[in-house]
């Protein structure tokens, strides 16, 4: 974890020099923000959660970002219950801005778990970027559902497999639960305290899942993971440069 963050520092120090041309003040810069990633990671260690760590980080911007958040879960809500009900009379607008403003009210936190501005132009790249990876598992497990069932000797071996996810959110585990889902041949059954339990239609099944691609592949989009960004540094860089 601290590796990471130092490296990531180190890069970001020289592209700090090189964009200044090594000017006094892009020096400081650099300066400031080794120090910062040094001190950082040595602080991070003695937080029991990682949590912890992040909302201290994020607790100047939070009433910024909770009203951005609201907003944009907000629209999105608003937009699909526009295209659900296809109805665009004063009473259904109506009525879904209401409905709008209170789911976004109660879950804006849910969708936008611990988000930047940066962040979320990430995610939504990294979203599309994974969307034909998810694709292929669903071909790929059809296929392999369709072969089990024209098969002759039908070689199901129901079962019921449990693991432990490294994912901490809620909405991350909701993402993962239902990507199991959509894919043919596992359904997500139930989650208690992080651990899956997932009905797999045979052993190969039951395999592809345990190998934990698709939850790599979660944690990737979520920016969900165990190491902390070098983004976390730069937010906190004049923080420390005052504070010393």
Known sequence: MEVTVLVQAVYKAFEILEKGKNSEKAREEAREL??????????????????????????????????????????????????????????????????????????????????????????????????????????????????????????????????????ESDISWVGLANSITLTPGTITVDIREGEFFVHALDRKVAYDLNTGEMEDKIAHVIMEADHVYIQDVLDVASIFGALK
């Open 34 to 167: 080794l120090y910062t990633s040094a001190k950082f990671t040595s602080e991070t260690k003695s937080l029991t959660e990682k949590q912890e760590a992040r909302a201290l980080l994020l607790s100047a911007k939070q009433p910024r970002l909770a009203l951005r958040n609201f907003t944009l879960t907000f629209f999105i809500l608003f937009a699909f219950w526009i295209l659900l009900s296809g109805r665009f009379d004063y009473f259904h607008l109506t009525l879904g801005g209401i409905c709008s403003v209170l789911v976004a009210y109660l879950s804006h936190d849910l969708l936008f778990f611990n988000i930047r501005l940066g962040d979320f132009r990430t995610r939504a790249r990294r979203f599309l970027q994974a969307g034909p990876w998810f694709l292929g598992q669903i071909f790929s497990a059809n296929l392999h559902v369709a072969y089990l069932a024209l098969s002759p000797k039908m070689p199901i071996d129901p079962q019921i497999i449990r693991f432990k996810t490294k994912l």
